[in-house]
């Protein structure tokens, strides 16, 4: 199927890794120009160099910066003053007991997962409003909906987002502009991981899979953890021109997990 994305810039925030550079690949194989953002040259770098393996004729732009501050936004914004595509995906989680979380715990979490996004769509969606052509996609979790009560202050940060997507879809009503926002399940990247093989005590990623979904997540249909490929398909389509009659909408990609028909 072709999604109508060539001659379209696409920026996905926090896309050095993990489901970002999943979604700025995908984009990158229907034709669009995407702009691949990070913390480091060298992992933005790293990134482009991975996407370029895969399909050698994709148009890419990196930059390295610190999008959780307003400057790192508007330096962003100055490089890049118009996009027709933004992809809200950075963010942070950390497990950790409510009674241990301090104040800057919740700051932080809100400055990356919230406040990151709200600033790039403030920048971006006039343009998109005065083009009468837009995507915007924030993408939360299961953990929006479904708190969990090892990160609080992590769902807290996601259902958030939720608010923000619904608003502004709210704003661009009547309008070639969608928001949008997808819930992803756990996911298997490389920073999941990572976080797996300090947890894992020695079991074997399968090992830890399967005591996961039987413990931790054992509403979750799929029984396994998605894969980073598996969200990026359904981002992608949302920020295709195809997807025009989808809007103010908060996508499910979690296996299942959540126990609900809607």
């Known amino acids: 199927m072709d999604l109508q994305l060539e001659g379209k810039t696409a920026l996905v925030s926090g896309s050095a890794k993990g489901i970002g550079q999943a979604i700025a690949k995908t984009l990158a194989g229907e034709g669009a120009h995407v702009i691949v953002t990070g913390r480091s040259d060298s992992s933005v770098a790293a990134a482009l160099a991975e996407i370029r393996q895969i399909i050698p004729k994709a148009l890419l732009d990196g930059f390295a910066g610190d999008l959780a501050v307003a400057g790192g936004a508007a330096e962003l914004v100055m490089r890049f003053p118009q996009v027709d595509i933004l992809v809200n995906n950075l963010g942070i989680y950390e497990p950790k007991p409510f009674e241990e979380i301090p104040d800057d715990d919740w700051q932080r979490l809100f400055d990356i997962n919230v ?148």
């Not at 997808?182 to 990623?205: D, H, I, N, Q």
């Not at 029984?223 to 996508?251: H, I, K, M, W």
């Open 115 to 262: 406040l990151s996004g709200v600033r790039l769509a403030r920048a971006y969606l006039p343009g998109m409003k005065q083009r009468n052509w837009g995507r915007i996609v924030f993408i939360s979790s299961e953990s929006a909906i479904q708190i969990p009560t090892e990160m609080i202050h992590y769902g807290m940060s996601k259902t958030a987002q939720l608010a923000v997507s619904r608003g502004l879809a709210e704003t661009c009503a009547g309008t070639g502009v969608t928001v949008n926002a997808v819930l992803p399940g756990p996911t298997r990247s490389a920073g999941v991981e990572e976080f797996v093989a300090k947890l894992s005590a020695g079991k074997t990623f399968a090992e830890f899979e399967r005591e996961f979904f039987r413990t931790v997540r054992p509403t979750s249909l799929l029984q396994r953890f998605a894969s980073t490929d598996e969200v990026a398909t359904l981002v992608t389509y949302l920020c295709s021109p195809l997807s025009s009659a989808t809007n103010g909408a908060a996508l499910r990609v979690d296996g299942g997990v959540v126990k609900a028909c809607f």
